[in-house]
């Protein structure tokens, strides 16, 4: 049975103006000095809008670029930098922080019943780092910009490149301490703050998604730091252990930035998958199907995900060995990523499913990740690698699996979340049309990038063979669509915060301590620390969202 | 133990690890070339100073002495005196191995043009390597150092809190927590001395593996 | 952590140990022992960090989770280096020397 938005519990014009985090103090003071981690969310959120849609604007400009196969817009080393802005941004400053950032600042003390995060204070300095980061890549970016691609690779950042390498690289830098910063506190915050009764396998599996998500936070970035400061040191000095004038190796400065890049792609894809988790349970009013095997998964791919990294350098130089390896592991760390995929298709089967825009986008992810993520063993296995590497089928499969999955899960849980974070309910009619158009848009975009590489269309290029005209013209037609796709969700959004329908405290009648508190929570999340006695998403059981306030 | 003890310590532990990994990238490019030009690297060796390095490495074991023995007095409910005491000690213990570094190995590594990027000039045998080396001998101290900067910092905001009378033997859980970091300072310089500083041996010149 | 109180004099203790260690891997690099040295060396300095992490840092005293995060961190490590060092050692490995070349079958038909 599908739920109409007519349907959905709304609350009471009282309710909305019942004092919460949001209108608990006033003044710009309150915001950039607070340290609740509901508003330091909200910076967040907005931050990375903003990052999103600069880093989308690379994107357009990139698509017209290419309508034509000598370039219809800009000169080749131009382009060269829109690529690379465009990586940068929507890798350091827009995915990698979005969900965790975003969502997990707010949902992760609400979720085990705190009141905030163990380190409030770091949480707000996190975000501040962010900010500096994004200042320096930004005045980069309108001072010439960077064209060594997102992946810096030695010599041409160290030593040959006329280009703003310094910058983007301090930029990079900086904004992974905000990253280290918000790792260690949700690591700390799980452990230590949990509510009573609240035992680890009690948690909603979005917890474990961000725990997992950290793990790779406190491991990995701290590797890509001291490669950035490295590249820097040799850049500034002309001289490092990069350089093969004195027996450095280049691959070497691959290796230690694979080493953080691998992982951090799982950084961008567990928390959607915590998402996902989140939402195909409430839409389809079922327990998840293997808790265990889901919570286990995401650890399993945190760890695996740090074996695989030479999957990237299999045509660099790399020993054969190393890439046999490095190959075998890729292969293994696919299976616990199927295995979620498989337990949330159970969790569907029979499940009694509902339609508004969050499911739309969870059933976008659960088809569009699949797809990139099968692309991916293409890719794993050594010798297509050595034909597809290079070419336009990477960047469809890394768009699968980073727009078609991530981003869609991202604006999934922004949604199924928006009441409990503004207190007001979104047009769900708009916001469904959205996601068909997201997702026709992006299909068209991407699906026919798939076929460009396989057909051997170089990345990165800013020029192409004519015969590969038409598969361009498509993509960029359907990078028109998304773009619009993507202007829907922010108007609407920003529209229901001051006319929306007002919110009860649980829209969805979803399971989760986030949803026995008040839309929006008061600054103190609780009126009283819940206990628990009951496991996860137990949508069997009558007692559905009974709000405590 | 109160909670915000407890969540203070694992977070400092958790961020040790960020700096394991830190440092770790260091290290590893570091055991890659050594392994791949071994005799450049116990050439380059050679030209340090071992007393310098030797003598550096007690004085930053005495440092993460006092400053285990400030932690102790606050735990033990000594009077302000004590704590402030031991924190100085530490100050000036660390500041003693920067002052070391700096005039005495770094300076005089700079005259003897042995500092890369500033007019480098070595003219032995494997003077590429050595070049590499002395790469990551500076990047490896200097690293070293800028956290030492930053320890002597937070030592004295501690010792400014310590004169406030805020330590007693219910919170001390700063002082803890920084101490994990000054020890954590030390350990690294435990494995850069004998990695820089005696891989060549120094026993007879020429004699080889 | 803490809570508990370590006695004064296992710090001295502590302290002289290490003292002692340092004077005496300084020492040992007086003396040709071939690749000895390099295992003695870092024989030596591990010993030296298990004393500072045990007994300055408190970790003989603390919790299974603090030990596991340490672990943890030092395993990565060592990932780090093991698998780069997989790719640098074995780059000029055409045939893969020694003992490793009775792998080479098995690995063509890998490959092939």
Known sequence: MSTAVADIPHGTPAESSRVNYLNANYGIRSWLLTTDHKRIALLYLASITLMFFVGGAFAVLMRLHLIEPQGALVEPDTYNKLFTMHGVIMIFFFLIPSIPATLGNFLVPMMIGARDLAFPRLNLLSWYIYIVGSIFTLYAAITGGLDTGWTFYTPYSSTYSHTQVVPVALGVFITGFSSILTGLNFVVTIHKMRAPGLTWFRLPLFIWAMYATSIIFILGTPVIAITIFLLGLERLLHIGIFDPAIGGDPILFQHLFWFYSHPAVYIMILPGMGVMSELVTCFSRKRIFGYSFVAFSSMAIAVISFLVWGHHMFVTGQSIYAGLIFSALSFLVAIPSAIKVFNWTATLYKGSISYQAPMLYALGFIGLFTMGGLTGLFLASLATDVHLNGTYFIVAHFHYIMVGGAVMAYLGGIHFWWPKITGRLYPDGWARFAALIIFVGFNLTFFPQFMLGYLGMPRRYAVYPAEFQVLNVMSSAGASILGVGYLIPLIYLIWSMRYGPVAGPNPWKAKGLEWETSSPPPTENFEEIPVVTEEAYDYANPNLGVPRV | ?209 | MSGHIVPVRIYLGVFLALLALTALTTAVAFYDLGKWNTVAALAIAVTKMLLVILFFMHLKYSSGLTRLILLAGFFWFALLVALTLSDELTRNWTPPPGPWSALLPFLHRLIL
């Open chain 2, 1 to 209: 133990m109160d909670q915000q003890h407890e969540a203070g310590n694992l977070g400092m532990w958790v961020f040790l690890v960020t700096e394991i990994m830190f440092f770790g990238g260091l290290f590893a490019c570091y055991t890659i070339y050594r392994a791949l030009h071994l005799e450049a690297f116990e050439t380059g060796s050679r030209l340090l100073e071992v007393q310098f390095g030797a003598a550096n490495t007690a004085v930053l074991i005495g440092s993460s002495l006092t400053m285990a023995l400030a932690i102790h007095a606050a735990q033990a409910g000594k009077r302000k005196s004590h704590i402030i005491f031991y924190l100085i000690l530490t100050m000036i213990l660390g500041a003693l191995f920067l002052g070391l570094k700096f005039t005495f190995e770094w300076h005089h590594d700079y005259i003897e043009h042995l500092v890369p990027g500033f007019g480098f000039a070595y003219t032995g045998p494997y003077a590429p390597g050595v070049e590499m080396f002395f790469c990551f001998y500076f990047f490896m101290t200097g690293l070293h150092a800028l956290h030492m900067i930053v320890g002597l910092g937070v030592l004295t905001v501690l010792t400014i809190m310590a004169a406030r009378g805020r330590f007693s033997a219910e919170y001390y859980y700063p002082l803890e927590v920084s101490g994990l970091y000054w020890h954590f300072v030390d350990i690294v310089w435990i494995f850069l001395f004998p990695l820089l500083y005696l891989i060549g041996g120094r026993y007879a010149m020429g004699g080889g593996h």
